[in-house]
């Protein structure tokens, strides 16, 4: 089993990360992107014992920051 979670700044946060990578896709040549969000891609190796509510936890107060992060957890069997 496993869970991948993906978080990303929340809308409202500035990314500056995300502004760097927009400007250099530009730089080459590609004016039409309007804008890049940069995060963290996880992926867990699970062993099944774990509820959805348990890795919810985890994802909320480990693996981001909820002041300024969204995650999005999948599971696939």
Known sequence: ??????VLPKQ?????QGVAVRDAIHH???P???SARV???I???LDGSQ????????????LSNPVIEDYK???ES
């Open 73 to 75: 957890l999948v599971v």
């Open 32 to 34: 039409a992107v309007k």
């Open 43 to 45: 992926e867990l190796e």
């Open 12 to 16: 409202s946060v500035l990314d500056p």
């Open 51 to 62: 509820t959805e509510a348990q890795l919810h936890e985890v994802c909320r107060d480990l």
């Open 39 to 41: 995060g963290k891609f």
């Open 1 to 6: 089993m496993k869970a991948k979670v993906i």
């Open 28 to 30: 080459h040549g590609l």
